[in-house]
């Protein structure tokens, strides 16, 4: 990766010799000051942060709550679900492309004519984090700053962002949000029996979301997450198994990701071997804009937990999942949200 970005750099700073002569003046260089992202890196930052570009989808949610009108970019294109939420001057963001993984690499010359102060990184921190950051510092003359996110650590995050984009009042609103859905959430758990439970994904519904791994977060937490296997998957795309396998498993709930096989299994006599199936406690999960489980891992998930809660523990989870749901999209994607557009949401997603 360092190579390819080296050489797309070359390329820009060639071209912008050739094209242009002009010296900078330092004495009218902004004022900066010292931030220390998540992994305890010391970053020289602008004292006033209004470019913003995001290395990745999981980031692009994080930022996009508190700082839409700053973001000059988008690291992937918002699903075409996104249209009916984002107002169209976010939505139509050009696309910069993603550091790590996904679906097109970052490209360093669209980045650079973006007009971006600073790079900002949300998630789990990857191994060699700190050299690929610093590396791509030294490379772009841009900043580049993680910002450390699980379910549990979401509070957190917003205010490392708060302090870092001199938005305080902002962040502490969504900390205070992600931090009071993840207890009570935490609560609910702590008092009820834990359901057997499968989340099943893939054109053939048998990849699952294995115990113990980083997408299983609010899977193991709400539910006895049968899907014990040798090397859980650090994939969105979970651990590959056969039907033999989830019929040994036999649980008593299964949730199916989107696009996966719940408008086939209630006529599929295997499937119907399942005690979830033949006892219709079977599920998809709620899509828009993005998969409320995960895939990215990223805030939405706390849309997951609430939905999750109330799907298996409705008694102790005593709270209107419609106006839960309004709330989180009027924080986080700057929408209100109609009953229609609930409604779909949650076609296949309730009893």
Sequence with gaps: MKKLLALTLSIVMLLSMVGCGTQIDESQAPETRTFTDSVGRTVEVPDKIDRIAVSGPMAQMV????????????ASE???????????????LPVLGQLYGGKGELNLET??????????????????????????????GLPFVHITA??????????????LLNR????????????????????????VDKIDLLYCLGENGQNVIANGSYHAEIIDLLSNNLAVVDSPSSKGTGNEVDMEQIL??????????PESIYDTVADDPIWQQVTAIRE??????????YNWMGFPPSVQRL?????????LYGNAADYDLQSEVAEYFSLFYHCELSDAQYQELVANSLS
């Excluded at 040994?248 to 990701?257: C, E, K, Q, T, V």
Aim: glycine share 8%; charged share 20%; net charge negative.
């Design 303 to 311: 849309l997951g937990m609430m939905w999750m809660a109330k799907v």
């Design 248 to 257: 040994l498993w036999n649980p008593d709930y299964i949730f199916f990701a």
């Design 150 to 163: 699980t379910t549990d650590t979401m509070g957190d995050a917003y205010h490392k962002l708060g302090e």
């Design 63 to 74: 930022v996009f709550a508190l700082a839409p009108d700053q973001m000059v970019g988008i």
């Design 280 to 289: 219709g406690h079977y599920f998809e999960v709620p899509f828009g804009p």
């Design 78 to 92: 918002w699903d075409k679900t996104a249209a009916q939420y984002l107002d169209t001057q976010y939505y139509e």
């Design 168 to 191: 305080d009042a902002e962040a502490e609103t969504l900390a205070t949000y992600c931090e009071s859905v993840y207890s009570r959430t935490v609560k609910i758990a702590e008092s």
């Design 111 to 140: 980045l650079l004519a973006s007009g971006a102060q600073i790079v900002i990184d949300v998630g789990e921190p990857k191994d060699g984090i700190v050299e690929d950051l610093d590396a791509l510092s030294e490379q772009t």
